[in-house]
Nanobody, 116 residues
Framework: QVQLVESGGGLVQPGGSLRLSCAAS????????MGWYRQAPGKQRELVGR???????NYADSVKGRFTISRDNAKNTGYLQMNVMKPEDTAVYYC??????????WGQGTQVTVSS
């Protein structure tokens, strides 16, 4: 059974930082690319950024320079480090993994709220 479990969400003040984790089980994690997505109330889910199985990353313009995606294949875990956070970063954040065959899985999501 495949499971992706996000953690690390919460309330942070503008300008602060959070690190989200996505722990995978039931898959060979190193063979999967991983993406982080977010969905704010009343808006569509959007891509935050991705990391390939080889470690290459790309980011949405809105988070470039502030957010960093990384992975630790030995721990079957991916990370989203969020710095200099803004109120508009408030959303439910989801991790997603997909392999070269297009087989993909989603986590359950974790709430991130940026507010003073």
């Amino acid at each position: 059974q495949v499971q992706l479990v996000e953690s690390g969400g919460g309330l942070v003040q503008p300008g602060g930082s959070l690190r989200l984790s996505c722990a995978a089980s039931g898959i060979i994690f190193r063979l999967y690319a991983m993406g982080w997505y977010r969905q704010a109330p009343g808006k569509q889910r959007e891509l935050v950024g991705r990391i390939s199985s080889g470690g290459s990353t790309n980011y949405a313009d809105s988070v470039k320079g502030r957010f960093t995606i990384s992975r630790d294949n030995a721990k079957n875990t991916g990370y989203l480090q969020m710095n200099v956070m803004k109120p508009e970063d408030t959303a439910v954040y989801y991790c997603n993994v997909v392999n070269f065959r297009g087989e993909g899985y989603w986590g359950q999501g974790t709430q991130v709220t940026v507010s003073s």
